[in-house]
C-alpha cells in the first residue's frame, strides 16, 4: 500500500523560510513526477512545484524564485524549500507522487504551512 507522507509544515513570520519533506513509501512502480499543491481557504487547490524523473521543475508563477523543489529518488522522497514566505503562501500544502506514464497521483494527507504578517 502506498502511503505518501509531508512534515515540516508550521507558524512563520513573513518573510521567513521553511521546509517541507515528503516521503512515499510502498512503492511498487517506477516514479515520474514528484510535486507539490496548496489549497488556501475558499480557494481552489493550486499547483505550486514538481520534480520529473529527469530533473524537470516547474514552479507556479506565485512561488518562483522564492521556493525550490527537489528529489531525492533512491529515498522516494521530495523537498520543498520556502523562502521569503508571504501571508498569501498560507495554505494546506499536500505532496503528490505521480505514476511514469501514468495519470494515477498518490496524495498525502496535507501539512498546514502559516505566515503571520
Known amino acids: 500500500q502506498v502511503q505518501v507522507v509531508e512534515s515540516g509544515g508550521g507558524l512563520v513570520q513573513a518573510g521567513g523560510s521553511l521546509s517541507l519533506s515528503c516521503a512515499a513509501s510502498?512503492?511498487?512502480?517506477?516514479?515520474?513526477?514528484m510535486g507539490w499543491y496548496r489549497q488556501a481557504p475558499g480557494k481552489q487547490r493550486e499547483l505550486v512545484a514538481t520534480k520529473g524523473r529527469d530533473g524537470g521543475t516547474f514552479y507556479a508563477d506565485s512561488v518562483k524564485g522564492r521556493f525550490a523543489c527537489s528529489r531525492d529518488n533512491a529515498k522516494n522522497t521530495v523537498l520543498l524549500q520556502m523562502s521569503s514566505l508571504k501571508p498569501e503562501d498560507t495554505a494546506v500544502y499536500y505532496c503528490?507522487?505521480?505514476?511514469?506514464?501514468?495519470?494515477?497521483?498518490?496524495w498525502g494527507q496535507g501539512t498546514q504551512v502559516t505566515v503571520s504578517s
Open positions: 510502498g512503492i511498487t512502480f517506477s516514479i515520474g513526477t
Open positions: 503528490y507522487v505521480q505514476k511514469f506514464s501514468a495519470p494515477d497521483k498518490y
